[in-house]
């Protein structure tokens, strides 16, 4: 019983000891020193080569390092495994803490307060109440959900798209192509956290935003490629869009040369918006592997058609 | 039946106009057209100039515009009447906001990520748990423990140090002189919500900083007269202190040539951190008229011995 790991931006040490910790009986080798192909029935990877999978006969299951799994399902030869979403509560609350502190930020209008600063200008802004501010969370996934409820509870009035359906207290929510832009025009800052598939690719584009309230912001904390750049760039400068905190670009780091660093209105993070934290994540790999040996079901599945 | 007024950040018309609203019977004059002076049975002020108050003779009670009634006390010739304290739900949740936007700031190293982007520096920092992270809130009034239970809710490891006594789930209690080490020992965000009295002003000294974790934060939104500007220059600049948000000064608007404007670690807001709308204030105010009216008990009432 053999869990094979490719980390990931935490030190992979970190993984072998949460692990160790966890279910101390299993063994646990890290990419490339793989031993027998074999033994290894279970998989937690990184941007792992693709096709290399394909070369481990008895994988029970496959987990990405990551929430997306995009990258796996790109792979050509991806085994016929149940593949598991690296999702838990750790994740969720710092990715829900993201996004309120992004949304605080922009309704106490931190941006124009710290650019007063610089030209030391002494003056009190108009805020609204969160009560009257409209906040869009694209996709309702784990961690969307997460965000939204925190919101809510912070007394944003809070508003969900989705593809199916969904039911939270509180969170109004809109369907499919047809909710699109009837959420994008309730949505003062619009927060992407969808997966990244062939239906949501580019899905931030010069007509969404166009769609937005004059002056909403726009928070990506999905994937890069979610979001037209230029056409983003044409709505801040011609002034519909107020602001934009991108955790996430098309091209990771961001390249020096690109004009999101020096752009006013936009502020850059790393793709620090969710952290998974070894000591956690290992739990709910753990309760998986667990599952497996002894023929319960498997929790987190990705629905492959839908790709997410 | 007459309530004087005398704003406030807000414009006058507002407060007319909420209390129009509220309590439609009730005559409202604006300072300086009094009218009689006889009539005035209500005061509601901000700033009334030392002396002023004592020349209307049938006072009922004096309401401060701000939650802090330092000024009113000062006053050599304040009416023996009592004093009523501006404090309702909409003015904690401003300020509850504003010190979770900035304590989650520093949790997330906002103002580290914002000098990565300048520049054009792509690099995860770490950052703590929220329940690693210590936030001391200094006073629990109305708005100290709005702040401190919206903390709590958030995750974060919170502490409130008090004159008295209090217990309220989830925050610790430290008391008076002989806590205020240790509670400041366990603080690694330092949040002053005092009120100000002969007893809190410049607490936050030298001596107060250098019993902080090294790589505190320090967030004053209580009054600027707690916080010796010159002792938090000097622990910022030896690194001791790792960062200031500071809201209320001595000298307000703060002078241009201040050295907090320029500080590379000081963050300058213009004492914007709680919000006090008409909308809202004015029925808090007519609940306390009507109480007076109806000869029941006032709520909200000063201390003039504690000073708050």
Request: charged share 20%; net charge negative.
């Given at each position: 019983m053999v869990l094979l790991l490719k980390g990931g931006r935490e030190p992979i040490e970190n993984w072998v000891a949460?692990?160790?910790?966890?279910?101390?009986?299993?063994?646990v080798r890290v990419w490339p020193d793989c031993g027998r192909r074999e033994d290894v029935e279970f998989a937690l990877v990184s941007n792992m080569p693709h096709g290399a999978l394909a070369t481990?006969?008895?994988?029970?299951?496959?987990?990405?390092?990551?929430v997306g799994v995009e990258h796996l399902l790109e792979d050509p030869q991806l085994p016929d495994v149940p593949l598991v979403r690296s999702v838990n509560s750790q994740r969720s609350a710092t990715m829900a803490q993201y996004v309120l502190l992004h949304v605080l930020r922009y309704l106490r209008r931190m941006p124009d307060y710290e650019a007063q600063q610089q030209a030391k200008v002494w003056q009190r802004l108009p805020y609204r109440d969160a009560k009257d501010m409209r906040v869009g969370i694209m996709?309702?996934?784990?961690?969307?959900?997460?965000?939204?409820?925190?919101?809510?509870?912070?007394g944003f009035n809070v508003a969900g798209w989705t593809r199916t359906p969904h039911s939270h207290d509180g969170i109004a929510n809109f369907i499919g192509r047809e909710g699109f832009f009837p959420f994008l025009a309730r949505s003062d800052i619009l927060v992407c956290q969808l997966p990244l598939t062939a239906e949501t690719q580019d899905i931030i584009d010069a007509r969404a935003l166009a769609a937005l309230p004059r002056g909403a912001y726009v928070i990506n904390t999905?994937?890069?490629?979610?979001?037209?750049?230029?056409?983003?760039?044409?709505a801040l400068d011609s002034g519909h869009i107020a602001g934009a905190?991108?955790?996430v670009f098309r091209e990771e780091?961001?390249?020096?040369?690109h004009p999101f660093w020096i752009h006013p209105k936009v502020t850059v993070t790393?793709?620090?918006?969710?952290?998974?934290?070894?000591a956690h994540g290992a739990i709910t790999i753990a309760d998986n592997i667990r599952r497996a040996r002894e023929g319960r079901p498997l929790v987190n599945l990705v629905n492959?058609?839908?790709g997410y």
């Open positions: 949460a692990f160790g910790k966890v279910l101390p009986d299993l063994e481990f006969p008895n994988l029970r299951f496959v987990a990405s390092m990551s996709g309702l996934g784990s961690l969307g959900l997460a965000a939204a409820q925190q919101l809510s509870q912070c999905g994937r890069g490629e979610h979001l037209v750049e230029e056409d983003l760039l044409a905190t991108l955790d780091p961001l390249p020096a040369d790393p793709h620090n918006s969710c952290d998974g934290r070894a492959r058609a839908a």
